[in-house]
């Protein structure tokens, strides 16, 4: 049977032996990518189906991850409060069919 | 279809903020569409920190850019493109790659962020690796905003010394 974690991706950042990215440097930056000094992380990936970012899941995460039922995927943040205001769920897959759709009338 | 490797030996990237022109060799890699219907998948990202002696916070991003190389566009010194098979067959309309070229320079887009890449180059290692074509950065066409990405480092910290591949699939 098909799991959806089959699909995640994988991360690895090992700084278990550099000093690492703590969460000052990371928030200079507006980066939410903490990795301090003599850690390493290893977790899953997804990418948003709307936009393609890469999210790094959070174990730690408590608020429910937006799955959309229309394109069977999952979305970032910011692409979830879209479809939740508009309805409208586009994927990335839908945009690049339309664009080659549209070259191929153009031939 | 036909998975290729894009690899930099060694490289200290300069921080450049979006939608700023980036110096050729001073970023590790592009990946721009070889035709204007192209599609390129990117499977894989590793970056090895290679710095000798002092902490060097490096935020690396992969994004799409919002201006795409042009002109005669090439690899660096210690750069290499190759592809994962021996056996793969030349594509007609090979995938532009590098980090060199003459005319303009690629942008990072604001809004085209893919992947925040970041590690501590004093002894950090970063490695990101898509389990199915669907979880893979989709790049298509040649043009912006969709037909270019590149790998840079963002504003901030102290960019070190690093190593780095990105495997690339052109269908």
């Not at chain 1, 890469?54 to 995460?61: D, K, Q, S």
């Not at chain 2, 303009?104 to 898509?130: E, I």
Request: glycine share 6%; net charge neutral.
């Amino acid at each position: 049977m098909f799991s959806k974690r089959e699909a995640e991706g994988y991360l690895l950042v090992d700084h278990t032996d550099s000093p690492g990215i703590s969460a000052e440097q990371a928030a200079s930056v507006r980066s939410h990518l903490v990795v301090p000094g003599g850690t390493k992380l290893e977790t899953a990936t997804y990418n948003c189906t709307n936009c393609e970012r890469m999210i790094i899941l959070n174990p730690l995460r408590t608020r429910e991850r937006y799955y959309c039922q229309k394109c069977d995927g999952y979305h970032c943040d910011d692409c979830a409060l879209i479809t939740k205001l508009t309805g409208v769920c586009k994927t990335m897959k839908q945009v690049i069919e339309e664009l080659l759709a549209r070259m191929a009338k153009a031939i | 279809m036909a998975r290729r490797i894009q690899a930099q030996t060694t490289l200290t990237p300069s921080a450049y903020a979006d939608t700023t022109n980036m110096t050729d060799a001073t970023y590790p890699h592009f990946l721009q569409g070889g035709s204007p219907t192209q599609v390129n998948k990117i499977w894989e990202i590793s970056l090895n920190g290679q710095a000798a002696s002092s902490s060097s916070p490096t935020f690396m991003l992969l994004s799409r850019d919002s201006q795409t190389a042009s002109s005669a566009n090439s690899t660096s010194a210690g750069q290499t493109d190759q592809p994962l098979d021996f056996a793969t067959a030349a594509l007609t309309s090979a995938a532009q790659v590098g980090t060199t070229n003459t005319a303009s320079k690629p942008q990072r887009s604001a809004t085209g962020h893919l992947a925040n890449c970041s590690l501590n180059a004093f002894g950090g290692v970063y490695f990101w690796r898509a389990n199915r074509a669907e979880e893979c950065f989709t790049m298509v066409s040649a043009t912006a905003p969709l037909g270019q990405s590149s790998l840079s480092a963002f504003t901030g910290g102290t960019p070190g010394l690093i190593g780095s591949h990105l495997i690339y699939e052109s269908m």
